[in-house]
């Protein structure tokens, strides 16, 4: 027989789970829009060099539109003919889509003012190739335009493309050349948003990094909460012109009539959501109530999922205020949580702040922490382990949960 009090924290624990896994869910996707997005990413041209970084551009690219929310077709290192199979994949699942985007990193060119994507088959040696060998963007936006709320096109496409000199000498084709031309928005397109990683008619770097400059700084800003795809746009524009020593401006075309923000979170939730007791109390509930509440497995599943996310530290050395940590973050391993504290937020301490408001400042300053208030702020963690998920922290959720140990061991 079940007891009053277990009962009451059965379905306590139940509701504590239930509600983390929401919210989780609610981090990392849309509420109630239904996203769809193509990713393509072109590197190893059989006619013409490899390009270093457009299939890591668009696998990052594809990974971070699925933390957003998206579902993502996706396609690298694609022939001609893999290209339209996907375009037509592409174009059957964004059909009613409240948000479509298409990301697409490789070789372009511009023919007499149309644009044009190149597989890595094409080898553009007389007029027809175009038709046979590579791929127009409106033939893709027209794909994205069916019955779809907003559409967001990232060109990263504007490299230096020794084929589209061949065509112009060896096909005689005029005007064609690298870069892509303007893009202009059609009546009717008053949700849409075509961004290049360059201006018009002009290049862009591949990069010598791991990312080219125009999605490195995509990557970054695309997904920050509570910023608006425009605000975005404005920081990778500014990203992208300090990366590249005012050589590459990206330029944008924009006809939205709405605020479209692809990461939404609601500041006045509490930073900590359910019952301290409850993960301590949970593991015995399940063992002595052999005549569990339907559902109470379901429950347990979704905490149970919610903790495979929590991200391991390095070492299972106790952690000590002022001791190095062996975090398993290469960019604060080796330090201390004191140190730590003194140093410069990585992004927004607080979400949706503007960037004025904290970069460059230090956390202990903007948020008074000292080594008491960050340890209740720790027993928190150590309490309610899940909630190290809540929200994205400056110095990262291995941070967060350094310090639920440190709080176990005393906060010494």
């Given amino acids: ?36 997005a193509l990713v393509l990413g072109n590197s190893q041209y059989q006619h013409a060099a490899p390009l270093t970084n457009p299939v890591r551009d668009a696998e990052a690219m594809a990974d971070r539109l699925k933390n957003l929310g998206f579902e993502v077709v996706s396609g690298f290192d694609l022939t001609k003919q893999q290209t339209q199979s996907t375009v037509a994949q592409f174009a059957k699942q964004v059909r009613g889509a409240d ?6 990193a490789g070789h372009g060119l511009q023919v007499s003012g149309k644009n044009y994507l190149l597989p890595v088959d094409a080898a553009l040696e007389d007029e027809t190739s175009l038709d046979f060998e590579a791929v127009s963007v409106d033939f893709v936006l027209r794909q994205m335009s069916r019955e779809t709320s907003i559409r967001l096109v990232f060109l990263d496409a504007c490299r230096d493309n020794p084929l589209a000199e061949v065509l112009a000498r060896t096909a005689g084709v005029k ?10 928005i059609e009546n009717g397109g008053a949700g849409t948003l075509v961004a290049f990683a360059a201006s018009p008619n002009q290049l862009a770097y591949d990069g010598s990094g791991e990312h080219s400059p125009f999605t490195a700084a995509l990557i970054q800003h695309i997904g920050e909460s509570n910023i608006s795809i ?9 990203d992208v012109f300090k990366a590249t020593a005012g050589k590459q401006r990206p330029w944008l075309n924009v006809s939205l009539t709405t605020e479209v923000v692809l990461h939404k979170v609601d500041l006045n939730a509490p930073l900590i959501v359910g019952e301290a007791s409850a993960p301590q109390t949970e593991a015995g509930s399940d063992t002595r109530n052999t005549g569990a509440e339907p559902g109470q497995s379901d429950d347990q599943l979704a905490l149970n999922l919610l903790r495979q996310k929590i991200p391991k530290l390095a070492s299972d050395e ?3 205020f002022d001791h190095p940590v ?4 290469p960019a604060i391993d080796g ?12 992004f927004s301490p607080v979400e949706g702040l503007d960037k004025s408001a904290w970069e460059g400042k230090h956390c202990d300053g903007c948020h008074e922490w000292n080594e008491a208030r960050l340890c209740e702020q720790a027993k928190n963690f150590a309490a309610n382990d899940v909630s190290v998920l809540r929200l994205q922290h400056p110095l990262g959720t291995r941070f967060k949960v350094a310090l639920a140990r440190w709080a176990q061991g005393g906060c010494k």
């Fill in 175 to 184: 005007g064609a050349a690298s870069g892509l031309a303007e893009i202009p």
């Fill in 99 to 104: 948000v479509a985007l298409f990301f697409y």
């Fill in 1 to 36: 027989m079940v007891s009053g009090p277990s009962a009451r924290c059965g379905r306590l624990l139940r509701a504590v789970g239930l509600a983390l896994l929401t919210m989780f869910l609610a981090l990392t996707a849309a509420s109630a829009e239904r996203r769809v």
């Fill in 230 to 238: 425009t605000e975005a746009m404005n920081r990778v524009t500014s």
């Fill in 318 to 320: 106790p952690i000590l």
């Fill in 326 to 329: 062996k975090f398993g973050d």
């Fill in 335 to 346: 330090k201390s949580i004191a140190q730590l504290i003194k140093g410069k937020p990585l």
